[in-house]
């Protein structure tokens, strides 16, 4: 958890440096929980210390979502290691001279593997071969074929990467690869949200100290500035909207993350099984909307935050379009937001007959009728209660029209994401409300502007639940019924 509030800083500061220890990170993970001892030994001191940087690299011309089209090939040798050939595309981090060595995990075939996704290993290839010592030895031959030009992240090196019979080593079961790339991707998909999160803090800052300084117009409703010749821009309703929209998603994604990391750390450390397994649950839940809603909300913050410096936010010399071309990829990798939505509905709900949604419906149902008397919390309870009981029918109404059609649920999955995070975010800012309203008179100005942020998120903000909730049930027809060859 603490770790994760550092990670949101780090992005903000630079995203695409920040993708270098991430992916160590990922990589930690990945060999901790399914390396043999040896390459332990070998490897996670180096990755810890940041001596060594790591890459996931899954994606190949042909392939991206569909990973079960993967050609990369793997051959056993008689010491036990393995040679690996094949092509990757888009490797972040893929190459560089920041740490002294590269541990690329690869997904590819060993021989005679089954067809599709159930036929792909995962291989531990360094860059460079280490020594007994664990020093760097022989250069292994996985090298960058070209670095990929990019709308943003420029400080990272998206690269092409060729395996020409290089040596590696495989992670886990033959077969299993997948099953062990899972542990990297999950870690990799909260920390793309939290990437999102970062810009989204960062450009609020930026466009909060522009909109006090930036003098334009004159307030509607009278002059507030006399001293000056215009009155700063912050007074005009629509650049608040603006201001408030990103410092909303900002607050309401920090809330939500922090629980998630809070619940990751009862998943891995908590002494009762029963809440480990509870905590495990939640996190599956709740990690294709970590990814694709915070990544949404980014796009949408950034774009806000530019708009408040006019002309002056599109020009490079501010920075705020940068802040924009980095959130964009955040959308993409790690599965499309689109492919989140489909894990979401499909298989952490619809598959498991809507039991982890229903728990994490409990809480919040407990949560309703414990606050739902309180006459100062009504403003919140009222559509948090709402929003709770509409998100239980969807469920079902789509659920029962999967069973005729299962294009149904791809048609409903994206817009039903986005309502499943508002009721989220709705849960999170009516629990900060109630806290802001017992320190409302003290001196700390924080919950005053909480409050307001819980007011706005409400007023502004939650109300698109409506429309989406009208998209997800307009069904799959209005998409499908026009034939290819007719667009
Ligand atoms: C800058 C950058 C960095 C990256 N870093 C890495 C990295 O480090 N390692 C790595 O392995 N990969 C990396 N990637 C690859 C990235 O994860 C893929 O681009 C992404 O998963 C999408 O795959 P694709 O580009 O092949 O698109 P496709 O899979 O071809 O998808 C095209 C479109 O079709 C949609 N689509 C596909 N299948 C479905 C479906 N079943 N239902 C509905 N819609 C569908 C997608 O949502 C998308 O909109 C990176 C990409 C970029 C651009």
């Known amino acids: 958890m603490l770790n994760n509030s550092f990670y949101e800083m780090l992005n903000s500061s630079n995203q695409a440096w920040t993708m270098y220890p991430g992916l160590s990170h990922g990589a930690y993970e990945c060999l901790k929980e399914h390396g043999t001892d040896d390459q332990k030994k070998t490897y996670l ?19 991206g979502t569909d990973l079960g089209l993967l050609r990369s090939k793997a051959i ?21 001279d920041m740490a002294e060595n590269i541990l690329h995990l690869v997904l590819a075939r060993v021989p005679d593997a089954p067809e599709g996704s159930k036929g792909i290993s995962l291989f531990l290839v360094p860059k460079f071969l280490p020594n007994a010592d664990g020093s760097v030895g022989e250069r292994n031959p ?49 920390g793309v949200g939290m ?35 215009a009155d700063p821009i912050i007074v005009h309703p629509d650049v608040r909207r603006m201001l408030l929209t990103a ?23 908590h002494p009762d099984e029963e809440v480990r397994k509870e905590a495990a649950d939640e996190v599956a839940l709740l990690t294709p909307v970590v990814k694709a809603f915070i990544t949404d909300n980014g796009w949408i913050a950034t774009s806000e935050a530019m708009q408040v410096f006019g002309g002056h936010g599109y020009i490079s010399e501010w920075g705020m379009e940068q802040y924009v071309r980095d959130a964009r990829i955040n959308m993409i990798y790690e599965g499309t937001n689109t492919v989140q939505s489909l894990d979401l509905l499909g298989r952490k709900i619809l598959m498991d007959n809507g039991a982890k949604l229903r728990k994490f419906g409990e809480k ?33 109404e789509i659920g029962m029209k999967a069973f005729q059609n299962p294009d149904e649920v791809g048609a409903a999955a994206v817009p039903y994401l986005r309502v499943v995070g508002h009721l989220v975010y709705s849960y999170f800012f009516a629990q900060m409300a109630k806290i802001a309203l ?19 998120y409400f ?17 799959a027809a209005n998409l499908m019924a026009l034939d290819a060859d007719l667009f």
């Not at 001191?45 to 392939?63: A, D, I, R, Y």
């Not at 040798?77 to 190459?95: C, L, P, R």
């Not at 909303?248 to 450390?269: C, K, P």
């Open 364 to 396: 919040i149902r407990a949560y309703v009728e414990e606050h739902g008397t309180d006459e100062a919390m009504s403003e919140f309870i009222t559509p948090l209660g709402e929003l709770g009981d509409k998100v239980g029918k969807l469920t079902m």
């Open 142 to 190: 996985i090298f960058c074929g070209a670095i990929e030009e990019k709308m943003g992240i420029h400080g990272n090196s998206t690269c092409q990467m060729n395996l020409d019979g290089a040596k590696g080593w495989i992670i886990g079961q033959p077969n299993k690869g997948l099953n062990a790339m899972f542990v990297f991707m999950n870690a990799a998909r909260l």
């Open 438 to 456: 017992e320190k409302q008179d003290s001196d700390d100005t924080f919950y005053k502007a909480k409050l307001q942020t819980a007011r706005f």
């Open 459 to 475: 007023g502004r903000l939650y109300p698109e639940t409506a429309m989406l909730i009208r998209q997800a049930r307009s069904g």
């Open 76 to 96: 056993p040798n008689e010491d036990g290691s393995w040679t690996i050939t094949g092509n990757k595309i888009f490797i972040s981090a893929g190459e560089h």
């Open 195 to 229: 990437q999102s999160l970062g810009l989204t803090e960062v450009a609020y800052q930026n466009a909060l100290v522009y909109a006090k300084d930036r003098l334009q117009m004159r307030s509607l409703s009278g002059v507030k500035a006399p001293d000056k010749p």
């Open 247 to 269: 410092k909303a998603y900002a607050e309401g994604g920090r809330a939500f993350t922090s629980y998630v990391a809070l619940q990751i750390d009862r998943e891995l450390n």
């Open 45 to 63: 001191p180096k990755l810890v210390s940041g001596e060594w940087t790591g890459t996931m690299c899954l994606t190949e011309p042909h392939c």
